[in-house]
């Protein structure tokens, strides 16, 4: 629920292109997703000052959404009409950003503490496949082939609760505990965009630079450069240690936010604030 | 064949994304498919004298392709491995142009003459359902929404064999008579692209603006501002009248190019020579 009680609660979803952002949050002198949406938004809606969105994950540069999910508090009545608002916002945004809806958000929804996973998948072209240049900025070219039954087996080790510290940058007070709940990798065998490799990540929430460390790994382990007993190390040590890339942001795209229920909406938000440990 | 008998003739299967070219063919001064091509082609061959490429279907600016087709003729055992070459060209080219396959030109083809067919695909988006930004420059916006039975039953009178000129910038000595072989508009239904229409145009040739004046009749049809007498009106014309929009260029790919099986190439190309006349 809104902080003021008095202020009405908007979930908006929303898609970019990430290449030519400097990442969802917004800074002085850049040019971000929060930045655009939140200027235009107060022009549209004719308000003085800028309303304040909080996304369920907040991407870096050059990461794109297809399913990025925000919320705003206005006051009540502002926003009469959303589907008009929608029309009016996507001709006045630039065309990298666009509003898929926006729609009165139920009682105790937050598009971060809310949500109960996020869905991210990354996109790999092989070599010896070269795709289509229409899709340049949504995938990143790999240096030698995988095998992708060495990257599934791989992957499953990792699936889980557990400490994440070794796939993410650290930040003060922060906990690296995470649940991760899906890593695996396929390859495209249909449409424009065949021969790519999808590497699909979905956790019930993300640290600092995981997705794209957590891939950078997977394909150490699958170019045979390293095997699962390196991968277990370096898990194991909790701490990030060198020789673990971190993936250029152009191969990643947040696919999807995953909430409950309505009625658990509330529940969750608590849930989520409070600090992870490992034990219960 | 080549037209010297000492070369060897290539075929080349390409693939660019048209957004920041003016275009296929070169012009001085400008950046086009063909120009980067050749310019970088004859740096990884080291060859002083840039070899020329012809092409399946000269693109405007703007205009992408997933299916070009070209061939070259080159001095014999200059291209001694066509993966390696194929490889090195794509390390240096500019990241929106690709080359997915360098093969020998089986005897008698020629990549524009011996064509049967060209498969272009317009992509439309409906002011209700924005497409993703990744998307937009493969895309053009439509004001109004469409009706895509209308569309499609007067593109059935558009079939077969007949003068094309009302759709077409008239070249002096050019003939404007093609057979238009496919003419149909699909929603999306699946896929990242879900709610796009894909109006698909297949013909033996097309004449310059043909495909972009194609759709934007029908798009004029689809969108009750015009009706079926005024389609038939206009085609009858056979001359270029006002009122007939040509769509934007970034809406449209070259998707596909046919060619007849090896046996038929030298015949074809000569058929293909000679000019089409609507009485055999």
Redesign the interface.
């Known amino acids: 629920m809104p902080a003021d009680a008095s202020r009405e609660r908007w979930r908006l979803d929303l898609?970019?292109?990430g290449t030519a952002f400097s990442g969802w949050a917004a800074q002085t002198g850049r040019r971000t997703v929060q930045g655009e949406l939140q200027l235009w938004l107060a022009r549209v809606l004719e308000v003085g000052e800028q309303p304040r969105l909080i996304c369920a994950g907040r991407t870096d540069a050059g990461v794109?959404a297809?399913g990025q999910v925000a919320h705003v508090d206005l006051a009540p009545g502002l926003l009469a009409d959303p589907r008009q608002v929608t029309?009016r916002l996507?001709r006045v945004l630039p065309?990298?950003?666009?509003?898929?809806r926006i729609a009165p958000a139920p009682e105790g929804f937050d598009a971060r503490f809310s949500a109960i996973w996020r869905r991210y998948v990354y996109r790999l072209s092989e070599?010896e496949a070269?795709?289509?240049?229409?899709y340049?900025?949504?995938l990143t070219a790999l240096r030698a082939p995988v095998d992708l039954d060495r990257m599934n087996s791989s992957a499953g080790l990792l699936l889980g609760l557990r400490d994440f510290g070794a796939f993410c940058r650290r930040r003060e007070g922060a906990t690296t505990i995470r649940t991760l709940l899906d890593l695996r990798a396929d390859r495209l065998t249909d449409?424009?965009m065949a021969g790519v490799i999808e590497c699909t990540v979905r956790a019930d929430a993300f640290c600092h630079s995981m997705v794209r460390s957590l891939i950078g790994a997977l394909v150490e382990v699958g170019s045979g450069r390293r095997d699962a007993a390196w991968l277990e190390q370096v898990t194991a040590a909790a701490v990030r240690g060198p020789g673990l890339p971190v993936l250029a942001a152009g191969g990643l795209t947040l696919e999807e936010v995953g909430y409950p229920a309505d009625t658990g909406l509330a529940p969750r938000a608590v849930e989520a604030r409070t600090v992870r440990t490992l034990t219960a």
Chains 1, 2 share one sequence.
Not at 95 to 100: F, G, K, M, S
């Open positions: 898609g970019y292109d794109h297809r029309g996507n065309d990298d950003v666009v509003v898929w070599p070269p795709v289509h240049p229409i340049r900025h949504q449409g424009p």
